[in-house]
């Protein structure tokens, strides 16, 4: 595990896979000084074949340090690969799609400074045109699952009521509330949780880290909170929600579900 003495407070890590609609108004939104130094951030590429991301981030900000991997290692071991790179308090797990500012990161840092049980926290989510992503979720079930891999998303009409609860519509989304878990795409995680109960798993692929992470924690005693007093806008892609059962994504996300609904059940 890492060695946290004379470590950086935060550190944020954004890992990068043909992200370059992306990543350069996400990294100009950080790139506000934080108490007049600059975020330390670390950028993953993870093999990317179809855009310019190495050039992107060297071009415009040569002081991020850039790891660049020979193949697409998956999300988990990626994010890991930042975690390990760079000894901190804090790690921001970004999505590049995500748009947050400094200063909205150092609510959330601070909220975790006065609250030393909180293993993980994430800001309200929303879309570009302003409206809520609802990404405060109790853990799945198969009937979830499911649903999810048929369709039935938020902005549906109508949902099933277990759907609902899984989403948790009907939350008072304008108050901090203790949850089961929280959408990988801007996650604070505090590094004395990671050292205890481990990084992400890299059985993990793509999805379901971000779970996983928030299932084990809780086993541990660590909360988890949805803080909506920060705010970030997420380009929510959903890239495993379209082009039906030929979709890759999509079976991969399914046998990532049934990998940690197997965990959480029998293990």
């Known amino acids: 595990m890492i060695e946290r003495q004379n470590s950086e407070q935060l550190v944020v890590i954004i890992v990068t896979y043909n992200s370059s609609d992306f990543i350069l108004p996400c990294l100009r939104n950080l790139s506000a000084t934080r108490k007049n130094r600059e975020l330390q951030i670390v950028v993953i590429d993870n093999n990317t074949s179809s855009d310019n991301i190495i050039n992107i ?7 991020i340090t850039l790891i660049k991997n020979r193949e697409n290692i998956g999300l988990p071991r990626a994010l890991n ?3 390990y790179s760079v000894p901190a308090i804090y790690y ?5 799609d995500v748009l ?3 200063e909205e990161i150092e609510k959330l840092v601070k909220h975790l400074d006065r609250h030393p049980d909180i293993g993980i926290a ?3 989510l929303e879309y570009p045109d302003g409206t809520m992503q609802f990404s405060a979720r109790t853990f799945p079930t198969i009937f979830t699952i ?3 891999g048929i369709g039935l998303v938020e902005q549906k009409k109508w949902l099933p009521v277990s759907l609902k609860k899984h989403l948790m519509v009907d939350l008072k989304h304008q108050e901090p509330k203790e949850v089961d878990w929280l959408l990988g795409a801007a996650l604070l995680l505090r590094g004395q949780m990671l050292s205890e109960i ?4 890299e059985k993990y692929f793509l999805y379901y880290g971000d779970v996983d992470l928030c299932w084990r924690a ?5 909360k988890i909170v949805y803080y909506p007093q920060v705010q970030a806008v997420h380009h929510y892609q959903r890239a495993s929600a379209r082009g039906g059962i030929f979709n890759p994504l999509k079976w991969s996300h399914f046998f990532s579900a049934m990998r940690f609904l197997i965990k959480k059940n029998f293990s």
């Open 57 to 63: 981030v060297k071009n415009n900000f040569p002081n």
């Open 81 to 83: 690969q930042g975690i």
């Open 92 to 96: 921001l797990i970004l999505n590049p």
């Open 100 to 102: 947050i500012k400094s």
């Open 122 to 124: 994430g800001p309200r």
């Open 146 to 148: 499911l649903a999810r």
């Open 198 to 201: 481990g990084y992400f798993n």
């Open 218 to 222: 809780r086993k541990k005693g660590w």
